[in-house]
């Protein structure tokens, strides 16, 4: 993944991201299954300009749910929590 914009897909808004990012300064991103630590790290840092102290990642799978035609698997993605240093600001909204 060279591209940065083809990283990040969008910011996770949910009340323990809003508060995550209130508190202990990290931002959560969906991002591309293929994506790497420090290909996040590097898009983070190019498309917002702020410094990155770190990168956690996690791959989340959505609950299979039954319906009347049968059962459908849950959408599997990839979700990462990005740690700005405490001197930047990242502003999404």
């Known amino acids: 993944m060279h591209d940065p914009t083809y990283t990040l897909i969008r ?7 809003t508060w995550a990012a209130a508190h202990g300064n990290r931002i959560a ?7 790497s630590k420090s290909d996040i790290r590097l898009a983070v840092e190019t498309l917002f300009k702020v410094r990155v102290l ?3 990642t996690q791959t989340r799978r959505l609950r299979t749910r039954a319906y009347a035609y049968g059962k459908i698997e849950g959408k599997t993605w990839k979700r990462a929590l990005v740690k700005i240093h405490p001197e930047d600001k990242l502003e999404l909204f």
């Open 11 to 17: 910011p996770i808004v949910t009340e323990k991201a």
């Open 54 to 56: 770190g990168v956690a």
């Open 29 to 35: 991103f969906e991002v591309s299954k293929i994506a």
